[in-house]
Nanobody, 128 residues
Framework: QVQLVESGGGLVQAGGSLRLSCAAS????????MGWFRQAPGKEREFVAA????????YYADSVVGRFTISRDTAKNILYLQMNNLKPEDTAVYYC?????????????????????WGQGTQVTVSS
C-alpha cells in the first residue's frame, strides 16, 4: 500500500502563490508517476500536472503552464506543487495521486482512472 497525505492548501488572493506538499509512505514502485488533480464543486476531477519518479519528466495541463511547477524530493518522498499567479478559477480541492505506470511520448493527459493511489485532498481557495 501507498499512503499519500497532502498539505499546504488555504485561502489566497488572486495573483498570490501557494505551495502544496504531498508526503508519500509505504510501498513504492520503481519508475512510478505521481501527479496532481483538482476538482471544483459540480465539476469533473481534472488533471493538473505529473512527474515521473525516475528522470523527473514533467507534464502540465494547458491551463497551468507557466504558472505551476511540479517537483519532487525523492530522498524525502515528498511531492510538491508550486502555484504562482493564482486565479479564482484555480479554486478547487487538490489531490495528490500515484501510479506505477509510466507515460510514453511527449503527450500525456491522464484521467483519474489512470491513477491507483490518492490522498485525502486539500482545499485551495483563490479570492478575486
Amino acid at each position: 500500500q501507498v499512503q499519500l497525505v497532502e498539505s499546504g492548501g488555504g485561502l489566497v488572493q488572486a495573483g498570490g502563490s501557494l505551495r502544496l506538499s504531498c508526503a508519500a509512505s509505504g510501498r513504492t514502485f520503481s519508475g512510478s508517476t505521481m501527479g496532481w488533480f483538482r476538482q471544483a464543486p459540480g465539476k469533473e476531477r481534472e488533471f493538473v500536472a505529473a512527474i515521473t519518479r525516475i528522470g523527473s519528466t514533467t507534464y502540465y495541463a494547458d491551463s497551468v503552464v507557466g504558472r505551476f511547477t511540479i517537483s519532487r524530493d525523492t530522498a524525502k518522498n515528498i511531492l510538491y506543487l508550486q502555484m504562482n499567479n493564482l486565479k479564482p478559477e484555480d479554486t478547487a480541492v487538490y489531490y495528490c495521486a500515484a501510479t506505477p505506470r509510466l507515460p510514453s511520448g511527449t503527450y500525456y493527459y491522464p484521467g483519474p482512472s489512470d491513477f491507483d493511489y490518492w490522498g485525502q485532498g486539500t482545499q485551495v481557495t483563490v479570492s478575486s
